[in-house]
């Protein structure tokens, strides 16, 4: 029902800011909540932020709060992470998920995009 594609990814220095995009086709965006996830090479995937259908309320994971920012435009159908002061343990793919109750857990996401690589230098 929903497809999402990720865009933005990219090399950075330290410190430095990067901002991810996810598109979405399909039906009924505006119904679903979206969220960030990151993987890391030989580590599990890991949440980093999540937003509400009605984009009213958000939610991070305590090692990025204060540093990204999550947003969407429906009218767009696309969500955004802005990412500020990146460190080089952010390095990871980042992928961005949709689903109807949201949250922090993987299993409450339906719809995944393929992922887009950042990697940040130091």
């Known amino acids: 029902q929903v497809q999402l594609v990720e865009s933005g990814g990219g090399l950075v220095q330290a410190g430095g800011s990067l901002r991810l995009s996810c598109a979405a086709s399909?039906?009924?965006?505006?119904?679903?909540?979206m969220g960030w996830f990151r993987q890391a090479p030989g580590k599990e995937r890991e949440f980093v932020a999540t937003?509400?259908?009605?984009?009213?309320?958000?939610h991070y994971a305590d090692s990025v709060k204060g540093r990204f920012t999550i947003s969407r435009d429906n009218a767009k159908n696309t969500v955004y992470l802005q990412m500020n002061s990146l460190k080089p343990e952010d390095t990871a793919v980042y992928y961005c998920?949709?689903?109807?109750?949201?949250?922090?857990?993987?299993?409450?996401?339906?719809?995944w995009g393929q992922g887009t690589q950042v990697t940040v230098s130091s």
């Open positions: 937003i509400a259908w009605s984009g009213g309320s958000t």
């Open positions: 399909g039906r009924s965006f505006s119904s679903y909540a």
């Open positions: 998920a949709a689903g109807i109750t949201g949250g922090q857990d993987l299993t409450s996401y339906r719809y």
